[in-house]
């Protein structure tokens, strides 16, 4: 059978924000870009995107800067962030934000025409550059955009749109290849639509594939989130850090059933919703932890008169960092005060004019009103948590992206590092800009230092099509089976609160299910096959998941999106290891190491107040902080 082929300078896997600003990079760099997507063009996870991209521009509060927000940033994520990471997100997110509105984006105003600011959780000012909840839309159609110019710009120079930069879509990538030198020499793939196999032979990859929602029932995020990139690095010799933090969002919709999960933005609360149980209580003030005490409001009147006066009052318990929300209304759910379906009520009908809800929250009103006839300009929402964001990822080198594969790159939500424990809204969308960019240009630099193009070997491409198409040529059990398993284990076992016991017993499941999974098939032709796609895509979630289960094993503490109920205290001495998923030789397992996390650099870390630091950070850091400031 023919294996449809190309050839190009750098491959960029994923449409999202990462990869469109990655690919923007390496086209601006003149190196000849394919763009690879399993979904539409312009219908990747980012589009879903609500609240907004954080940048400390100071356009509501002039007291913002890019030191703020990098405190916010580590302070979100527990200071197990890649300081460097936090960095240069702290410092380039505002151009990234300019750059995209000269590239035609079209962001809501303040009064005197600036960038409009919204307030999120855990960010001390209002920072998050938005449109209206549909922020993410306005990023993916602005960089759309901007593919579709340099590719007239193409036509003009060369005669031909397609020259420098071409998109791939509803093609589905699985296995990068290797020269016999290690270093990357393409990628393989099939299109979904027709089932044809096709392969990129190129020394540069850029992974921008996104997250790994899928490997769990009750999720925010859609059919795409199958851990691909995250397996596919693995399976290339890349090594992934901190698979044990996961964010759950505190508000995903809880009913009807069929709609479990889908994100309620945390713009509702940031705009001024409020969250209580079925005693009416505002409970979010019974669950502000030691490390947050003297930064949020203790009573209500405080917390809403934050929303009209920031600079007097500390804001409402309800915008603390998603991980304290997620597990407070889990408590309250566990003990007895939940809302009839199962969540707690948010509400912001009681908080603001129904055609204020309607003009800052349209998409909002909406989803309730469409997907559960609730019109939340009168009612109350049901809500509770929802697995939205994995805060794990490939590792890689902050300034360029790079992974420990000669030619492979990652960015955007399939890289870890940058959010540490947990990430705090908005932060999202401010990386993919950043870490894209870098990405990029890490991956055209690498390809011009090439002396010559690493070569894609026959064997590797044989053992790629063997693999891709085995599903079709059994009559094994039905994927679907094996995925609703998989996701019920990690949904029950490895969720929001974990503890030994369930965790062993989840990786005893998943063992048993690496197992089934290899005898899974699919009936049917190649041609748009969903049975077929599904069998290739439960190696990468049944591999992500056991990185997931066998680092959340090992840590022994209570951090951001990991919080382990036999463990229940943060701990300085974890605070400073970072747990390293690889492969076995063999490839059948996964194992993990603990890495040394490297100290901060002496300007950043005197950022930090002492009293500060000593809630996170050990005593012989701490000693090395004052011999530092003395
Ligand atoms: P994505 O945008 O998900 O793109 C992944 C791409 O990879 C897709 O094109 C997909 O088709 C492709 N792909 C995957 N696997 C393969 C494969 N094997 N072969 C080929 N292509 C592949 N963050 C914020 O900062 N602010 C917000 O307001 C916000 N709101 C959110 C709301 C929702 C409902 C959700 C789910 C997330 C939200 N987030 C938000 C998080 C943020 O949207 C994501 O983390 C971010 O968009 C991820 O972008 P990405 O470029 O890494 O990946």
Redesign the pocket.
Same mark, same amino acid.
């Given at each position: 059978m023919e294996i449809e082929r190309h050839e190009y300078d750098v491959v960029v896997?994923?449409? &999202?924000?990462?990869?469109l600003r990655a690919a923007i990079e390496a086209r601006q760099q003149g190196k000849r870009t394919a763009i690879?997507?399993?979904?539409l063009f312009g219908k990747?996870?980012?589009v879903?995107?609500?609240? &907004?991209?954080a940048a400390a521009m100071g356009n509501v509060n002039s007291d913002d800067n890019w030191m703020v927000h990098f405190r916010d940033t580590m302070r979100g994520g527990k200071f197990l962030n890649n300081w460097r990471m936090a960095e240069l997100h702290a410092k380039e997110a505002p151009d990234r934000v300019w750059e995209l509105e000269a590239w035609g984006a079209l962001f809501d105003r303040t009064k005197d025409g600036k960038i409009s600011q919204r307030n999120f959780g855990g960010h001390e000012y209002p920072r998050l550059a938005h449109v209206g909840d549909r922020?993410?839309l306005e990023l993916i159609r602005t960089l759309q955009q901007r593919v579709v110019a340099l590719q007239q710009e193409d036509e003009r120079l060369h005669g031909d749109a397609e020259a420098y930069i071409k998109v791939f879509q509803e093609?589905? =990538?699985t296995r990068l290849l290797k020269d016999d030198e290690g270093a990357i020499s393409g990628a393989f793939?099939y299109w979904r639509e027709n089932g044809r196999l096709i392969l990129f032979d190129a020394p540069a990859v850029v992974l921008?594939?996104?997250?790994i929602g899928k490997s769990y029932v009750v999720t +925010?995020?859609s059919w795409?989130y199958t851990g691909? &990139?995250h397996a596919l690095a693995l399976l290339a010799g890349a090594k992934l850090i901190n698979m044990e933090f996961i964010q759950f969002h505190p508000t995903g919709m809880v009913w009807p059933p069929s709609v479990r999960g889908i994100?309620v933005?945390e713009s509702v609360r940031g705009d001024g919703g409020v969250l209580r149980n079925s005693e009416g209580k505002r409970f979010m003030f019974d669950y502000i932890p030691e490390v947050f005490k003297d930064k949020y409001a203790t009573t209500e009147e405080e917390g809403d008169r934050w929303y009209t006066d920031q600079a007097n009052n500390r804001r409402p318990p309800e915008l603390l960092p998603r991980d304290e929300v997620a597990r407070a209304i889990n408590s309250e759910v566990k003990a007895g005060r939940g809302s009839p379906q199962g969540g707690v009520f948010l509400d912001v009908s009681s908080r603001l004019p129904a055609a204020e809800i309607i003009r800052r929250l349209p998409s909002m009103h909406h989803q309730f009103k469409e997907l559960a006839d609730v019109d939340i300009t009168a009612e109350p929402m049901q809500v509770g948590p929802t697995c939205?964001?994995i805060m794990g990822g490939v590792e890689v080198d902050a300034d360029t992206g790079a992974a420990d594969v000669p030619g492979l790159f990652a960015a955007?939500? =399939?890289s870890g590092g940058m959010h540490g424990s947990n990430r705090l809204? &908005?932060? +999202?969308?401010?990386d993919?800009l950043v870490f894209g960019r870098r990405a990029g240009a890490g991956a055209a630099s690498y390809v011009n230092g090439l002396a010559a193009r690493p070569q894609v070997s026959e064997e590797s491409v044989a053992a790629a099509k063997a693999e891709a198409l085995a599903p079709l040529e059994r009559s094994g059990e039905n994927p679907y089976e094996v995925h609703q398993e998989l996701q019920r284990t990690m949904n029950e076992l490895v969720g929001i609160i974990r503890k030994a016991e369930e965790v062993t017993e989840a990786l005893e499941g998943v063992e048993k299910l690496k197992e089934r999974a290899h005898g899974v098939g699919a009936t049917g032709s190649r041609i748009y096959n969903p049975g077929w796609h599904l069998c290739l895509d439960l190696r990468n979630m049944l591999l992500v998941s056991e990185c997931v289960a066998k680092a959340a094993l090992i840590r022994q503490e209570s951090r951001g999106g990991h919080t382990r109920d036999d463990f229940p205290g943060m701990s300085p001495e974890w605070r400073r290891k970072i747990l390293v998923c690889g492969l076995s030789p063999d490839g059948s397992d996964v194992t993990v190491e603990e890495k040394a996390q490297p100290a901060m650099r002496d300007d950043l870390i005197t950022l930090f107040d002492r009293a500060e630091l000593k809630k996170y950070i050990t005593e012989e850091e701490l000693a090395d902080f004052d011999a530092l400031v003395k």
């Open positions: 896997i994923g449409a &999202g924000g990462a990869g690879v997507c399993k979904s990747a996870h980012t879903m995107a609500e609240g &907004g991209a922020t993410g093609c589905t =990538v793939g921008a594939t996104g997250g +925010s995020n795409e691909d &990139g994100l933005t939205h964001y955007g939500e =399939v809204g &908005g932060n +999202s969308l401010s993919l």
